[in-house]
C-alpha cells in the first residue's frame, strides 16, 4: 500500500525571512511603496503626519491578532457581520410549506423492509462464528451441515505449528 505524507501544520503561514511571513511582507512593501508615493505627492510636514498613520496601519494589519487570528479575519467578519439584518424574522407559514413539500417527496420513496430482530441465542452463535474465523457452525445447522472429517494431528506437526 502506497504511504502518502499528509501536511501536519496548515494553519501556520510559510515564512520568508526570519519570522515574517509571506504576507506580512507584501503588507510591508504595499506600505512601503503607499509612502514613496505620498512622499513625492505631498509636502514634507504632511508627509510625516500622514506617514506615520500609513505605517500604524500596515503594522496593524501585518503583525496584530484578535483571538489568535490575522486582523483582516477580524475586519472582514465585522464588515460581514455589518451588512447583515439586525432584527431576523421567522416566517413560520413558509417553513411549514417547505417541510411539506419535503415530506411529499418522501412519501414516494419506498422505505426499507423491517429487519427481524436478533435474539440472544442467535447474537451467541454469530458472535462464535465471528470469533473462531468462520469455523464455528451454529446448533440449529448441525442437522444440515455436512459431517467434517478429522484428521489425527502428530506430535512433530504441533511442535512446528
Request: glycine share 6%; charged share 20%; net charge positive.
Amino acid at each position: 500500500m502506497e504511504q502518502f505524507l499528509v501536511p501536519q501544520f496548515i494553519d501556520v503561514e510559510d515564512k520568508i525571512l526570519g519570522p515574517i511571513t509571506t504576507r506580512q511582507f507584501v503588507l510591508m512593501l504595499g506600505g512601503g511603496l503607499l509612502l514613496f508615493i505620498l512622499y513625492k505627492l505631498l509636502p514634507f510636514a504632511y508627509f510625516i503626519v500622514v506617514g506615520i498613520l500609513v505605517i500604524l496601519a500596515v503594522a496593524l494589519l501585518a503583525f496584530a491578532k484578535v483571538n489568535g487570528r490575522p486582523v483582516h479575519f477580524f475586519l472582514l467578519n465585522f464588515l460581514q457581520t455589518s451588512k447583515r439584518p439586525k432584527l431576523r424574522i421567522w416566517n413560520k407559514a413558509a417553513y411549514v410549506r417547505d417541510v411539506k413539500v419535503k415530506y411529499e417527496a418522501q412519501k414516494e420513496i419506498v422505505p426499507p423492509p423491517i429487519k427481524d430482530p436478533i435474539i440472544e441465542s442467535r447474537l451467541i452463535d454469530l458472535s462464535l462464528l465471528i470469533n473462531s474465523g468462520g469455523a464455528y457452525v451454529g446448533e440449529s445447522s448441525f442437522e444440515t451441515a455436512a459431517p467434517v472429517e478429522k484428521k489425527p494431528v502428530a506430535k512433530n506437526e504441533i511442535k512446528a505449528a
